[in-house]
């Protein structure tokens, strides 16, 4: 008996709040797939699921020549874990565990 969960669709939505003119902060939800692969002797499924999260940054943003600008980001990200249940015997469940990460990000972009 094998299962696998892979993450897919990965869809985010953020705000960013001035704190001064270069330092911002960000505040983020996001929500993505939780798909799993069963290959079960039994023949069960254990289904698929939607997870849920959240992102907060802190950040600096400086603007250069010509539309340009160079930003620096410091992230955390929190992700609900989730318990699927098999779809022919209910005494059997495979679980997900949340997602926590830190990030940092060097960003070099133009302005239109």
Same mark, same amino acid.
Request: hydrophobic content about 40%.
């Given at each position: 008996?094998?299962?696998?969960?892979?993450?897919?669709?990965?869809?985010?939505?953020?705000?960013?709040?001035?704190?001064?003119?270069?330092?911002? *902060?960000?505040?983020?939800?996001?929500?993505? &797939? %939780?798909?799993?692969?069963?290959?079960? $002797? @039994?023949?069960?499924?254990?289904? =698929?699921?939607?997870?849920?999260?959240?992102?907060?940054?802190?950040?600096?943003?400086?603007?250069? *020549?010509?539309?340009?600008?160079?930003?620096? &980001? %410091?992230?955390?990200?929190?992700?609900? $874990? @989730?318990?699927?249940?098999?779809? =022919?015997?209910?005494?059997?469940?495979?679980?997900?565990?949340?997602?926590?990460?830190?990030?940092? *990000?060097?960003?070099?972009?133009?302005?239109?």
């Amino acid at each position: 008996n094998k299962v696998k969960v892979s993450f897919e669709d990965l869809v985010s939505i953020y705000a960013l709040a001035n704190l001064n003119d270069n330092v911002y *902060a960000k505040f983020g939800y996001m929500q993505l &797939e %939780a798909v799993t692969e069963e290959n079960l $002797g @039994t023949g069960g499924a254990y289904g =698929n699921d939607t997870l849920d999260g959240f992102t907060i940054g802190l950040g600096y943003n400086m603007d250069l *020549a010509d539309g340009m600008f160079v930003r620096g &980001e %410091a992230a955390y990200m929190d992700i609900n $874990g @989730t318990t699927l249940t098999n779809a =022919n015997d209910s005494t059997k469940s495979v679980s997900a565990d949340g997602i926590t990460g830190y990030g940092a *990000a060097v960003s070099v972009g133009k302005s239109f």
